[in-house]
């Protein structure tokens, strides 16, 4: 009798313990890490593509940029993201060639597409991306 008493609870405590570990928390938001592709409009057209690392809510990027009527330019930058719902929020900034703009747009659901305006001074726009490759 009291060998049940004991290992009643147990198994018990060992079923709850089991079914929480298995019920892990998916991210409220995916992660932005990974290769991207996608296109810009406005004041200059052309198209970019970049390596986004993430840690936490950092984003740290190196792009291949190029104009329609332009150079291609080598570009880095950084930025912020947060969640906002199912989606990722990003906004920041980068340079190319000493010269610097800012960014912000928002991922669909999925993690595979972005969306933003881009600013620079008084040239502004608006880009499109995609996940070529890595997370979500």
Do not use: H, Y
Not at 65 to 76: F, H, K, M, N, V
Not at 90 to 97: D, L
């Amino acid at each position: 009798m009291k060998f049940n008493a004991v290992i009643i609870p147990f198994v018990l405590l060992l079923t709850l313990s089991t079914a929480l570990a298995a019920d892990k928390p998916k991210p409220a938001c995916p992660s932005l890490a990974g290769e991207w592709a996608g296109d810009f409009d406005g004041s200059f057209e052309g198209q970019w593509r970049a390596t986004f690392g993430q840690s936490g809510t950092s984003v740290d990027a190196s792009a291949t940029i190029t104009g329609d009527s332009g150079p291609r330019l080598e570009a880095e930058g950084s930025a912020e993201v947060k969640c906002e719902g199912s989606k990722t929020a990003i906004a920041g900034s980068g340079s190319a060639r000493d010269k610097s703009g800012s960014f912000s747009g928002v991922s669909d659901a999925t993690g595979k597409n972005l969306s933003g305006t881009w600013w620079s001074g008084n040239l502004f726009g608006s880009w499109r991306g995609e996940r070529v490759e890595g997370e979500p």
